[in-house]
């Protein structure tokens, strides 16, 4: 008998054992992450209602990414690297997209209601890899110190204006018109600034080819992978295989509106003959690619290490 229970009680230690593994990657697979956030616009005598908005979206999308980025640090695997909280804040920009869930305008306030929704493993594979890129890493971090200047140069330009329009002194109304334009301008710098489209959104058909190479006198052999990938808000996000194991992979990216494609690539490697240096299964790379895409069809190519390109057909 108690041969037969200390039986019962092992396939209870493992049952239970079993079930506290799979509670734990229920958690690793969570649902997105959402964050909300709101914010109201203060318009001066110089804005209108479209320079009153891309402020606000500005400032409400700061504090997202912030809320975001504070959540990536404690949260995921970031948080074991050795980037700042400015550089994930940065890095994030590249990847997230703001949702607008209420606008209102009355005149004088202008008051939005925003989210991000973000798989923050995901989020944070792609910071990362943001990160190794030191080019896109580069721009992302130009376009956010562009921004910064931005709304340092539009304050500046709201209290000159405020400033010129209660004086009575001659001239000032010309100065108030070409500090007007001004400021027209400044504010119309923020959406310059974007620089993502939405025109390639949805699902690619991919087809990544690495031919065969010699390097270090070993014969590397080429191999293909045809996968699916997906475009939202300019950001596109594919996979193969079973993260975290060998011969998994991920590609992310960033389209841009005139089609130019910033891509990249991080992996574990597979059979080692299909290697460079024929390494063992299960080591950690990344690369990176550049493309264009247009609204049916894309090409990237690597640009290190080996010829390697992929090919995007929009589905």
């Given at each position: 008998?108690?041969?037969?229970?200390?039986?019962?009680?092992?396939?209870?230690?493992?049952?239970?054992?079993?079930?506290?593994?799979?509670?734990?990657?229920?958690?690793?697979?969570?649902?997105?992450?959402?964050?909300?956030?709101?914010?109201?616009?203060?318009?001066?005598?110089?804005?209108?209602?479209?320079?009153?908005?891309?402020?606000?979206?500005?400032?409400?999308?700061?504090?997202?990414?912030?809320?975001?980025?504070?959540?990536?640090?404690?949260?995921?695997?970031?948080?074991?690297?050795?980037?700042?909280?400015?550089?994930?804040?940065?890095?994030?920009?590249?990847?997230?997209?703001?949702?607008?869930?209420?606008?209102?305008?009355?005149?004088?306030?202008?008051?939005?209601?925003?989210?991000?929704?973000?798989?923050?493993?995901?989020?944070?594979?792609?910071?990362?890899?943001?990160?190794?890129?030191?080019?896109?890493?580069?721009?992302?971090?130009?376009?956010?110190?562009?921004?910064?200047?931005?709304?340092?140069?539009?304050?500046?330009?709201?209290?000159?204006?405020?400033?010129?329009?209660?004086?009575?002194?001659?001239?000032?109304?010309?100065?108030?018109?070409?500090?007007?334009?001004d400021y027209d301008l400044a504010v119309a710098r923020l959406s310059a600034n974007e620089g993502i489209a939405t025109t390639f959104d949805g699902r690619w058909a991919v087809s990544l080819t690495c031919e065969d190479v010699q390097k270090n006198g070993f014969l590397v052999k080429g191999y293909a992978l045809n996968f699916f990938a997906d475009v939202k808000d300019g950001r596109l996000m594919g996979k193969v295989g079973q993260s975290?194991?060998?011969?998994?992979?991920?590609?992310?990216?960033?389209?841009?509106?005139?089609?130019?494609?910033?891509?990249?690539?991080?992996?574990?490697?597979?059979?080692?003959?299909?290697?460079?240096?024929?390494?063992?299964?299960?080591?950690?790379?990344?690369?990176?690619?550049?493309?264009?895409?247009?609204?049916?069809?894309?090409?990237?190519?690597?640009?290190?290490?080996?010829?390697?390109?992929?090919?995007?057909?929009?589905?």
């Amino acid at each position: 008998m108690k041969t037969a229970l200390s039986a019962i009680q092992k396939q209870v230690v493992i049952l239970l054992a079993l079930m506290m593994v799979l509670a734990g990657w229920t958690v690793a697979q969570a649902k997105p992450v959402t964050v909300t956030r709101e914010y109201t616009y203060r318009a001066s005598e110089a804005d209108s209602k479209l320079t009153s908005r891309t402020i606000a979206l500005e400032q409400v999308k700061r504090m997202l990414l912030e809320e975001l980025g504070t959540y990536l640090v404690s949260n995921t695997e970031v948080r074991d690297s050795a980037l700042t909280k400015d550089e994930i804040v940065t890095y994030t920009s590249g990847w997230v997209a703001t949702v607008v869930i209420k606008e209102l305008w009355n005149g004088e306030d202008y008051y939005l209601k925003a989210k991000i929704t973000a798989d923050a493993d995901d989020v944070a594979k792609a910071v990362a890899l943001m990160h190794e890129d030191r080019e896109a890493s580069a721009e992302l971090k130009r376009l956010r110190a562009q921004n910064s200047d931005v709304l340092k140069e539009i304050k500046r330009l709201r209290k000159e204006l405020a400033g010129i329009k209660s004086s009575a002194k001659s001239g000032s109304t010309a100065k108030a018109v070409s500090a007007q334009k001004d400021y027209d301008l400044a504010v119309a710098r923020l959406s310059a600034n974007e620089g993502i489209a939405t025109t390639f959104d949805g699902r690619w058909a991919v087809s990544l080819t690495c031919e065969d190479v010699q390097k270090n006198g070993f014969l590397v052999k080429g191999y293909a992978l045809n996968f699916f990938a997906d475009v939202k808000d300019g950001r596109l996000m594919g996979k193969v295989g079973q993260s975290g194991q060998p011969a998994s992979m991920t590609m992310v990216g960033i389209l841009h509106k005139d089609g130019a494609a910033q891509i990249n690539v991080q992996g574990l490697t597979g059979k080692s003959e299909y290697t460079l240096k024929h390494v063992q299964s299960g080591k950690l790379y990344s690369y990176r690619m550049r493309g264009t895409f247009t609204q049916d069809n894309g090409r990237a190519s690597r640009i290190e290490s080996r010829p390697c390109e992929a090919v995007f057909i929009k589905q």
